[in-house]
């Protein structure tokens, strides 16, 4: 129920962070499907969110413009693809091993420290380290569902699969969202 009110929210426009309210829809979806298992409820879900997205669109369009800017990062480098153009280009200036913790510039860029992880990563230490980095989380998410394999409480399996699908989601979303594979939220 709380997954679901704050999807709504996020939905409604009554959050300004779009992110967190994917993060909540996606953690809703795997637990429903856990629950019921049925690909029929799950495509009523994402309809139903789908034309909550649209409708939200028709009452605050900058959120359109934000999305317009998508894989365009670089056509819009002095507006809306401003974050996305610096966190590549730090994340480039870093090479394989990084100039150094602390030896960045990416951190004078606005939610550098909060929206730009990774780039800030692939910067200070590297293509490497922050390879590393993200594997290590994706290993971390396959121990937590051979883990869930192993549960005998089902309400213990769904908590411990939400949770792993929240941290890999916004994994995700901040790697990809820097390097402009998704809409930077």
Same mark, same amino acid.
């Given at each position: 129920?709380? #997954?679901?009110?704050? #999807?709504?929210?996020?939905? /409604?426009?009554?959050?300004?962070?779009?992110?967190?309210?994917?993060?909540?829809?996606?953690?809703?979806? *795997?637990?429903?499907?856990? %629950? =019921? @298992?049925?690909?029929?409820? /799950?495509?009523?879900? +994402?309809?139903?969110?789908?034309?909550?997205?649209?409708?939200?669109?028709?009452?605050?369009?900058?959120?359109?413009?934000?999305?317009?800017?998508?894989?365009?990062?670089?056509?819009?480098?002095s507006? &809306?693809?401003?974050?996305? &153009?610096?966190?590549? =280009?730090a994340?480039?200036?870093? @090479?394989?091993?990084?100039?150094?913790?602390?030896?960045?510039?990416?951190?004078?860029?606005?939610?550098? $420290?909060?929206?730009? *992880?990774?780039?800030?990563? +692939?910067e200070?230490?590297?293509?490497?380290?922050?390879?590393?980095? #993200?594997?290590?989380?994706?290993?971390? !998410?396959?121990?937590?569902?051979?883990?869930? %394999?192993?549960?005998?409480?089902?309400?213990?399996?769904?908590?411990?699969?939400? !949770?792993?699908?929240?941290?890999v989601?916004? &994994?995700?979303?901040?790697?990809?969202?820097?390097? $402009?594979? /998704?809409?930077?939220?």
């Amino acid at each position: 129920f709380i #997954v679901l009110t704050g #999807v709504c929210i996020g939905l /409604l426009g009554l959050m300004s962070d779009f992110g967190t309210a994917a993060i909540f829809f996606v953690t809703f979806l *795997v637990i429903a499907y856990l %629950r =019921s @298992g049925d690909f029929a409820t /799950l495509s009523l879900i +994402c309809g139903g969110a789908l034309f909550a997205g649209l409708l939200v669109l028709n009452f605050k369009p900058y959120i359109f413009r934000r999305f317009a800017s998508w894989g365009h990062a670089w056509e819009f480098a002095s507006t &809306t693809g401003y974050q996305q &153009t610096r966190a590549m =280009s730090a994340a480039a200036s870093g @090479g394989l091993v990084g100039v150094g913790p602390g030896e960045g510039w990416l951190h004078t860029v606005g939610a550098g $420290d909060t929206d730009l *992880v990774f780039g800030m990563l +692939c910067e200070e230490w590297g293509l490497i380290i922050a390879l590393l980095a #993200v594997l290590s989380i994706l290993t971390l !998410a396959v121990f937590a569902v051979r883990a869930c %394999r192993a549960g005998r409480s089902s309400f213990y399996v769904i908590a411990a699969c939400a !949770a792993t699908s929240m941290m890999v989601f916004q &994994t995700c979303l901040n790697v990809f969202g820097a390097v $402009d594979i /998704l809409p930077l939220t």
